[in-house]
């Protein structure tokens, strides 16, 4: 993550950073992704995920999304790293700032199905992230792998 700030522009009034949450599913060597339909990242590859209702616990948010996402069951694993997500208008100036919360999940049951905010939801090797042709949100490669790792060592 960078230290410096996400916009040489100021942000708009009012604007603090949110807190979501994102669920990594590393399942049979594969990682779960959806193609977002809404901001930021809109026609992106990302993580199932949103925001985290208040007086719900980051793990429970993560699940909760996975199944709203992709119709995918799954169990939270543990948190592991943390990520910016920035969303720009049209003249740089920082609309909304997202701090994403990665859980790793253990899949539990269901097929991937688009649901809610996404346009497509399918599995990908970890070396089909690295295909230029595939538009993937910001640290979705390097936040695979990670899962992947600890995964690999938790036999999830």
């Not at 590859?45 to 999304?65: N, Q, S």
């Not at 990670?146 to 938790?154: D, E």
């Amino acid at each position: 993550m960078s230290s410096h700030l996400a916009s040489a522009l100021p942000a708009e009034p009012g604007v603090r950073p949110v807190v979501a949450t994102i669920a990594v599913v590393y399942h049979e060597g594969r990682i779960l992704l959806v193609r977002r339909a809404n901001p930021p990242d809109a026609g992106f590859w990302g993580f199932p995920g949103g925001k985290i209702e208040l007086g719900e616990r980051i793990e429970d948010a993560a699940v909760r999304e996975l199944l709203e996402e992709t119709g995918v069951r799954g169990r939270p694993v543990r948190v592991f790293t943390a990520v910016d997500a920035f969303d720009h208008d049209a003249s740089g100036r920082l609309r909304r700032h997202f701090v994403l919360v990665a859980v790793l999940c253990e899949w539990n049951s269901g097929t991937p199905v688009a649901g809610d905010d996404a346009l497509e939801a399918r599995w990908f090797r970890l070396d089909d992230l690295d295909d230029a042709g595939l538009s993937l949100s910001l640290d979705v490669a390097e936040v695979a792998r990670q899962a992947a790792f600890i995964a690999r060592r938790t036999a999830c």
